[in-house]
């Protein structure tokens, strides 16, 4: 059993080519650019590529941390993948997360050095590489943007004390982004972007939250709410009706309409977001949008890197053994008292006023 004790991995190595594989979801490749500018920065002379799904490509358009994106197909099979690792010239390949098809295409392009956490190590002993193995026991109750550092520690990057999401949305999708605005008329003044879907695990916060923040917002500071995302569940549609016919509320709906360049580009320019939905949050924080998180199933602490524009309302609410889903979702999210919700959603208006704002169709990002 190879540990990170007695691997032959060498200490610190120095690659010349570094592989930054992140080929799952939107989320997770999102909370990876926080490990960019600490890589280049710990290796300035180094290439540094990073390893995703094409459909991601628009959030790192000339990322200035890297020198390029690489694709992942599987349906174009393992050799072509093992194609472009050897076109780029790569001699390491950190697994930020862990995917058999990489690491075997990894083998087959011989890239000499790769690093994994060790609860997905085994698959990677043979083929000549020579593997840095991480505990796992380290990062069971760590926030995930610090396991990407501690895969990529072997390599000299540097733990960060406070992670910093960084994406370059592409400004070619910007006017885009703008017209979707503009033919409701919501271009150019104040607004909310809400994200009402569930995260992977099927856990999601009752819309009757969300409507009582529209509600305040309606009191408060009246302005359009932008929904995006991508489900199409029941309990959107009633929200939607809700705030239409209960508030009066200017609703414009983008579910499933947004590449994830505008859907940054909308982030960045707007009043606030609220979001109990991984990848919007993770978005708006990157984009320095305020941010109202609402946390059904992880604790605040996980959550805490997404930084100072963030307000963490967390629900307290934990899982009972065999409780179902739905009965969870509905416990947690009485949770979230009026209070809690007024204070967060002051506190990020607050926080945007103090910052100044800008709106993509005045082409001044508030980045």
Same mark, same amino acid.
């Given at each position: 059993m190879v540990t990170a004790d007695n691997s032959t991995f060498a200490e610190d190595i120095a690659p010349d080519v570094l592989v930054l594989s992140r080929p799952d979801g939107f989320a997770d490749v999102v909370l990876a650019s926080a490990v960019l500018e600490p890589a280049r920065k710990a290796l300035p002379r180094a290439k540094i590529f990073l390893l995703i799904r094409e459909?991601?490509?628009?959030i790192f358009c000339n990322h200035p941390a890297l020198d390029g994106l690489i694709f992942l197909d599987e349906a174009a099979g393992l050799r072509a993948l093992a194609k472009k690792l050897k076109a780029v010239r790569a001699d390491a390949l950190a697994h930020l997360a862990y995917s058999e098809f990489v690491a075997d295409a990894a083998k087959l392009a011989k890239i000499r050095n790769v690093s994994a956490f060790e609860d997905d190590a085994d698959a990677d002993r043979d083929g000549g590489v020579t593997l840095e193995v991480i505990?796992?026991?380290?990062?069971?109750?760590?926030?995930e943007a610090f396991f990407n550092f501690e895969v990529l520690a072997p390599f000299g990057v540097p733990e960060a004390d406070k992670p910093r999401l960084d994406v370059s949305p592409d400004p070619a999708e910007k006017p885009s982004a703008?017209?979707?605005?503009?033919?409701?008329?919501?271009? %150019? &003044?104040?607004?909310a972007v809400f994200n009402l879907d569930?995260?992977?695990?099927?856990?999601y916060v009752d819309p009757a939250v969300f409507s009582r923040a529209a509600e305040w917002l309606r009191d408060h500071a009246p302005m359009p709410i932008v929904v995006v995302g991508e489900k199409n569940d029941e309990a959107t549609p009633r929200f939607l009706r809700f705030c239409r016919t209960t508030h %009066? &509320?200017?609703i414009l709906d983008l579910r499933g309409q947004t590449t994830p360049a505008e859907a940054a580009w909308l982030l960045g320019s707007a009043r606030l977001c609220l979001s109990g939905e991984n990848a919007c949050a993770y978005l708006a924080a990157a984009m320095h949008c305020p941010l109202v998180a609402l946390f059904v199933d992880f604790s605040s602490g996980r959550w805490f890197p997404l930084g100072h524009l963030t307000t963490n309302i967390f629900t307290g609410a934990h899982r009972f053994f065999l409780e179902p889903t739905s009965f969870y979702n509905r416990r947690a999210s009485r949770a979230f008292s009026d209070e809690k919700m007024a204070s967060a959603l002051q506190f990020a208006l607050a926080l945007r006023d103090a910052a100044g704002r800008g709106n993509p169709a005045?082409?001044?990002?508030?980045r």
């Open positions: 459909k991601y490509a628009g505990p796992s026991e380290r990062h069971r109750e760590t926030h703008v017209a979707k605005l503009a033919q409701y008329g919501i271009a %150019g &003044t104040d607004y569930c995260n992977p695990q099927g856990h %009066g &509320t200017p005045a082409g001044t990002p508030s």
